[in-house]
């Protein structure tokens, strides 16, 4: 399901979070004011989906910097994991756990499978305003085209240009 959120009085307030990254460092929804961000749910690390995707996001890195994006990609997985993986990998993004409560913050997204007890693969475009402008919630098994999300970044810094 894409959802282009539309209409800036009535764009929704994304929840607020607060977890740590793939390095212990604290980040959470207020870290992200003043600039669009791109929350990326995943399922697992080191599995092949979730695995090409991450790699589609950093081989986008260079544009989402461009239009200053921050990207958080987020699991269930624990910090320690998601350190392994960064670093095999070659991500310079933020890998956020959710591990803690499990699940919380997919849950109060909306994105958590309770039967899996994982994420679903939801993504969610913010503005500088904490606002979801942008959003696709697939299945476990369908995976997400990177380039939909740098593309729903530009339109949203587009539209704030003018």
């Known amino acids: 399901m894409t959802d282009p959120v539309s209409g800036s009085s009535a764009l929704p ?3 607020a979070f607060s977890s740590r990254n793939q390095y212990g460092q604290p980040v959470s929804l207020s870290d992200l004011a003043g600039s669009p961000a791109v929350l990326v ?17 950093r081989d986008l890195s260079a ?3 461009e ?7 987020i699991s269930c997985d624990s910090m320690f994991s998601l350190r392994t993986f960064a670093e095999t990998e070659s991500f310079s993004f933020d890998l956020v ?6 699940g919380a913050i997919a849950r ?4 958590f499978d309770e039967a899996a007890g994982c994420a ?6 913010l503005d500088g305003e904490g606002r979801i402008t942008w959003r696709v919630v697939n299945q476990i098994g369908e995976a997400r085209a990177m380039a939909d999300h740098l593309r729903a970044v530009s ?6 240009e003018t």
Do not use: K, M
């Not at 697992?44 to 090409?52: H, S």
């Not at 239009?67 to 990609?73: D, F, P, S, Y």
């Not at 109060?108 to 994105?111: D, H, N």
């Not at 679903?120 to 475009?125: E, Y």
């Open 120 to 125: 679903l693969r939801g993504s969610f475009v």
């Open 13 to 15: 307030a994304a929840p």
């Open 41 to 57: 749910f995943y399922p697992y690390a080191f599995t092949g989906i979730c695995t090409n995707e991450l790699h589609q996001l």
């Open 155 to 160: 339109d949203q810094v587009a539209r704030t």
């Open 108 to 111: 109060a997204y909306g994105v």
């Open 97 to 102: 756990t959710d591990h803690w409560p499990h």
């Open 63 to 65: 544009e989402f910097a």
């Open 67 to 73: 239009h200053g994006a921050r990207v958080l990609a």
